[in-house]
């Protein structure tokens, strides 16, 4: 009797192209134009060549301001990322397009036509990664000032995709127009819908977001949740979490994929990985940055700090302002503290601090060791694929598509060409109901 041996999971890939964030390496030589569109199709083309599932762009609606002044770290002059993805669409041919979209300033049938748009001119690859925020800051960019209480923007985020899935639905397979009517909390509408049913059904949805709400709202709504954890354990734990909320919603685990983003520093050897990774995160973060990032914990000026020198002996300032567009996340008395401790275990200074405490997962290694590690984390149930944040802007793939990927496709851990058309055949989704 012929044993059949269960197949190997395979691991999805994705491409972030950075924006807001500590990622970037703005000094390197070798970075380029963050808004010329030629920056776009490098990345997303190298990534297509990598067979990635999707290229996803981030997106913020309002500069951060840092002391009334524009935070070192944005990226002044964005383009509207769907805008782009459109444009992308006739440069690329197979992988996914995900934009970053509000749901708190935005109404469900003009992005529900956007989006439907994307997913025609891209025969079925648009993607939709749902953000909300609940500050008077960002609102302040529209009509109606857009504040929105923090307990209502999930409640409104989740109504938001539901009233989407109906207007997608409002059109058959078969080309027939229905009205639609949505009475709710948050949206009351009615008409019809201009935009025939997409290729897909429904653009694929992405959340990201590690809090108890965001999870929930993950396993209620989204096929895709795009989240960070630290460790092989963390991974395990958030996985076997929110995995474990999908079936009072009616679907299974395969529903909803768990992709991390993550960095990766590759090297001839383990040493030279090493060395370059830590370089990298010198200049990620400067002697300026390092006092910003301190800043923003301790809520109050610290310029007169010297970034090689010790931490503050006072506490963080509650419910401080010095920074607009940015929360401050948790406890800041205990995450000072914590910041502190570190410093005093190793004997480092503020910036070597800030370097090692504030550091994404990163995979560092040879290409051999990475491919491996990569592996490990999908087989052990950590994750199901990586969305990954170059630090250069836009040869930051280049590396790991030439090197990591054959690696991965020779141990069977990913896919050696695209079997489908659309983005939710290379994530393996399941059609949208009604969809014939």
Known sequence: MTVRRPARKQMH??????GVNSTTVWADP???????????????????????????????????????????????????????????????????????VNATFNEPYELARRLATLDHLSGGRAAWNVVTSSDAFTGENFRRGGYLDRADRYTR?????????????????????RPFAHRGRHFDIAGEFTVPRAPQGHPVVIQAGDSGEGREFAA?????????????????????????RLAQYGRSADDLKIMPGVTVVLGDTA??????????????VSPQNAILALEQIWGTDLSSY???????????????SLTQGRNRHGDTVATAEKWRALSREKGLSIRQTVIEASGRQS???????????????VRQDAAD???????????????????????????????????GTTLRSHLGLPDPAGQG
Do not use: C, M
């Not at 985020?157 to 997608?168: D, I, S």
């Not at 010297?306 to 401080?320: K, Q, R």
């Open 30 to 100: 070798r970075s380029r134009s963050q808004i010329a569109f030629s920056s776009f199709e490098h990345l997303a083309r190298t990534a297509e060549r990598g067979l990635f599932d999707f290229f996803f762009l981030a997106e913020g609606l309002r500069l951060r301001e840092h002391k009334g002044r524009v935070h070192d770290l944005d990226v002044v002059g964005r383009p509207e990322s769907l805008t782009v993805l459109n444009a992308l669409a006739a440069v690329t041919e197979r992988i996914g397009l995900a934009a970053t």
């Open 220 to 244: 209620r709504s989204a096929d895709v949740i795009f989240t960070r954890h630290g460790t092989l354990e963390d991974g395990r734990a958030f996985y076997a979490d929110v995995k474990g």
């Open 13 to 18: 890939l994705a491409a972030h192209f950075p």
């Open 363 to 377: 995979f560092i290694g040879t290409p051999e060791a990475v491919a491996a590690e990569l592996e490990t984390f």
């Open 306 to 320: 010297d970034p090689d020198g010790p931490f503050p002996d006072e506490d963080p300032v509650p419910d401080a």
């Open 271 to 284: 040493a030279e990985a090493q060395e370059r990774a830590a370089e990298i995160r010198r200049q990620q």
């Open 385 to 419: 694929g990586f969305i990954l944040v170059p630090h250069l802007t836009p040869g930051g793939l280049d590396e790991f598509v030439d090197r990591v990927v054959p690696l991965l496709q020779e141990r069977g851990a990913f896919r050696t060409e695209y079997r």
């Open 157 to 177: 985020a989740a109504e938001f995709v539901a009233v989407a899935r109906e207007l997608w639905d409002s059109w058959t397979p078969d080309g027939l127009s």
